[in-house]
């Protein structure tokens, strides 16, 4: 069994930053390929970023590359992304995912495990 619990979510102005955090339980983290996405009211779920079970390798996806930055810490048990100079369309809820099968994916179907979510809200 796996658990995924983000936090850190919140209203900020555009231009800012923000941090969110997903906290891994049930599995050992280094098992594990863990992914960002988000998803607005009314649409699909948008891939963000990704890394790999040691943080060699991340993918993003292309609205948020430059500006995010996917990380983690397997002796934490937490996948971070960090998020600066935020824009409103950057207004979402954002999922972490885990995948026990792959090195690293951008695939929305690719990832077994979903956590609840955590608001981010972009204001101009």
């Known amino acids: 069994q796996v658990q995924l619990v983000e936090s850190g979510g919140g209203l900020v102005q555009a231009g800012g930053s923000l941090r969110v955090s997903c906290a891994v339980s049930?599995?050992?983290?280094?098992?594990?390929?863990m992914g960002w996405f988000r998803q607005n009211p009314g649409k699909e779920r948008e891939f963000v970023a990704a890394?790999?079970?040691?943080?060699?390798?991340?993918y993003y996806g292309d609205s948020v590359k430059g500006r995010f930055t996917v990380s983690r810490d397997n002796a934490k048990n937490t996948v971070y992304l960090q998020m600066i100079n935020l824009k409103p369309e950057d207004t979402a809820v954002y999922y972490c995912?885990?995948?026990?099968?792959?090195?690293?994916?951008?695939?929305?179907?690719?990832?077994?495990?979903w956590g609840q979510g955590t608001q981010v809200t972009v204001s101009s």
């Open positions: 995912a885990a995948d026990p099968n792959h090195f690293i994916t951008r695939t929305r179907g690719d990832y077994d495990y």
């Open positions: 049930g599995r050992t983290l280094s098992s594990l390929a």
């Open positions: 890394i790999n079970w040691n943080g060699i390798r991340t």
